[in-house]
């Protein structure tokens, strides 16, 4: 159980472009979805936390315009990098939280995607 | 501000031998700690979670141990395999809210045969 999935695993986009990346949970309802920004050898960055149903708070330093976040229900999150540029490129992982399951404390995590930005 | 520090070496050991990793933290208070796996490529998965008032937590060849007064954690490997070859990371959070969890660089473990 408490599976989560993004999709698309890997794309690569021209500069200028925008890329929408879902996060789905596939066997439970996830009223809190996260997403992450990881460089190579680097840690997770928390980027934003978003909740169904109402608008993403986002960490400082991330820009909210340059990375929509929408969680219109209880099983899918999106990001949107708008005007990507390859400053962009990293591994971009969602995670969400099962309070249902009576596991709030843990997340669950995607298997990431891989934006390349050229 | 909060930091949390895992070794950024990796750590070689021979199969079958205990691996023990470390996670430091400083200025921070957590609730929870929690360890991850991660593969190359791939998203994290939950391994433990400990909480602020237990000192030792199991799970088949799993252990995880939590000093709030050392303000470390180390997270051991028993009987280790080539299979346990991955990253490890270590990630705190409070209580209540959302969970917002805050993770290290994680440190490399290589299981040799």
């Known amino acids: 159980g408490a599976v989560v999935s993004q999709h698309p695993s890997r794309v690569i986009c021209k500069s200028g472009t925008s890329v929408k990346i879902e996060c789905r949970s596939l066997?439970?309802?996830?009223?809190?979805m996260f997403w992450y920004r990881q460089f190579p050898k680097k840690s997770l960055m928390l980027m934003a936390t978003s909740n169904e149903g109402s608008k993403a708070t986002y960490e400082q330093g991330v820009e909210k315009d340059k990375f929509l976040i929408n969680h219109a229900s209880l099983t899918l999150s999106t990001l949107t990098v708008t005007s990507a540029h390859p400053e962009d490129s990293s591994f971009y992982i969602c995670?969400?939280?099962?309070?249902?399951?009576?596991?709030?404390?843990?997340?669950?995590f995607g298997p990431g995607t891989r934006l390349t930005v050229l | 501000s909060q930091k949390i520090e895992q070794n950024s070496e990796a750590l070689n050991i021979q199969e079958g031998k205990t691996a023990t990793l470390t996670c430091n933290y400083t200025n921070y208070s957590p609730a929870y700690l929690q360890w991850y796996r991660q593969d190359p490529g791939r998203g994290p998965v939950f391994l433990l979670l400990?909480?602020?008032?237990?000192k030792e937590k199991r799970k088949e060849r799993l252990k995880v141990t939590f000093d709030t007064t050392l303000k470390q954690s180390l997270f051991h490997i028993t009987a280790s395999q080539p299979a346990d070859s991955a990253t490890y990371l270590c990630?705190?959070?409070?209580?209540?809210?959302?969970?917002?969890?805050?993770f290290g660089a994680g440190t490399r473990l290589a299981v040799h045969p």
């Open positions: 990630a705190l959070s409070g209580s209540g809210g959302y969970n917002k969890l805050i």
């Open positions: 066997d439970f309802q996830a009223t809190t």
């Open positions: 995670s969400a939280t099962s309070p249902a399951s009576g596991k709030m404390d843990t997340q669950y």
């Open positions: 400990i909480r602020e008032n237990e």
